[in-house]
């Protein structure tokens, strides 16, 4: 009887166990199956985030593109109307001349540039002493002061030869004696006038045949002159002139009153009769003829080009060759680019930097 009862409690035990397994086992099962509920559920709600995220990516995408395409229309555009613009600029370019070289009139030109230009004055006088002897007599005798127009760059002067050439004021003055009188130069000075005050200048170098000079400024009177009477343009390429370009000039004839006149280049070189080779023609490359009117006063005179209307030293107004009683009276200018060229060899003094230095400051 007690084995019975020993069996019936075990029976009752197992059954507990093997119920007690098949709950923890449901349990589990019903764990399982929320967790792959709530990740499903994880998972949808991701995917449906990822869809939606893609959306608006691909909106924000499709947007760009739309920006992008709208400003390749502007840029287009723009780009149209910046070969528009350009034609219509060329094309008035070319009616009016602006090439970057010399022009041909004065539609460019700015009244302030040919203004400054025509009240730039400087002038240097030269002072001669000549020892006159005769058979009666010995004295020194100032000759008359000769005027002429002068260009300052820096601490330098260019100057014409002949209007401060003591050897041609020599001959100028003999005309005035008979031939039995000797006269021989006593004191040669070239003075400018600065702050109302006469300056003598120092000569350093010349060329008689092809009519310049220069001269250098005492250093104590480089400054005041920088500011009051530096020439205001830069120094051209006359080697750039071509026939029928446009020019000005500022001279004083008579040696009184400046008298501004226009013109054109008219040669490139010019023809002169050499008297000391039985009145042959020369060709001369060094200067330019001009279709101005040259008169005794005018020489040294600056002419100035316009390039794309602004103005630059091209000359230096030198005189006129009579044509014999013909009444042909051609006016010439030094070209400007002999005169710097020969000085910057010579000297080393380039005029050039100088005056664009200058300009600069």
């Not at 302030?112 to 230009?117: A, V």
């Not at 005798?141 to 041609?168: C, M, Q, R």
């Not at 400018?192 to 010349?206: A, G, H, Q, S």
């Not at 091209?314 to 044509?323: A, C, E, F, P, Q």
């Amino acid at each position: 009887m007690k084995i019975k009862e020993n069996r019936s409690l075990f029976l009752l035990i197992l059954l507990l166990l093997v119920t007690l397994t098949m709950l923890t086992t449901a349990r589990q099962i019903l764990k399982t199956e929320k967790y792959a509920e709530s990740v499903e559920e994880a998972v949808d709600i991701v995917s449906k985030q990822s869809d939606s995220r893609f959306v608006e990516l691909v909106e924000v995408q499709n947007l760009h593109f739309q920006q992008i395409i709208d400003l390749q229309k502007k840029v287009d555009t723009l780009q149209s109307g910046l070969k528009k613009e350009k034609k219509e600029r060329d094309q008035t370019n070319r009616l009016l001349g602006i090439d970057g070289k010399y022009d041909k009139n004065n539609v460019l030109i700015k009244q302030k540039d040919l203004d400054t230009f025509l009240n730039y004055k400087t002038d240097a006088v030269s002072l001669v002493v000549f020892n006159v002897k005769s058979e009666k007599y010995e004295n020194n005798i100032v000759g008359p002061p000769v005027t002429a127009p002068a260009i300052i760059i820096g601490k330098y002067v260019l100057i014409s030869s002949h209007t401060n050439d003591p050897e041609v004021l020599k001959e100028m003055f003999l005309s005035n004696f008979p031939e039995s009188v000797k006269v021989e130069i006593f004191k040669h000075n070239v003075v400018m006038v600065i702050n109302d005050k006469p300056v003598e200048l120092k000569e350093i170098y010349r060329n008689r045949e092809k009519d310049f000079s220069l001269f250098e400024i005492p250093a104590e009177a480089v400054e005041k002159v920088k500011t009051v009477s530096n020439f205001p343009f830069e120094m051209g390429r006359s080697g750039e002139l071509k026939i029928g370009n446009f020019i000005f000039m500022n001279g004083r004839p008579g040696g009184e009153y400046e008298i501004a006149r226009s013109g054109h280049v008219t040669t490139l070189s010019i023809l002169y009769r050499d008297e000391n080779n039985n009145g042959e023609y020369k060709k001369d490359d060094n200067s330019f003829g001009i279709s101005e009117i040259v008169l005794p006063g005018d020489s040294g005179s600056p002419i100035v080009a316009f390039r794309d209307g602004k103005p630059e030293l091209v000359g230096i107004t030198l005189g006129y060759i009579d044509g014999r009683g013909k009444g042909i009276v051609r006016s010439y200018a030094l070209k400007i680019d002999v005169a710097t060229d020969e000085i910057k060899e010579k000297l080393g003094i380039d005029l050039r930097e100088i005056q664009r230095k200058i300009l600069k400051k």
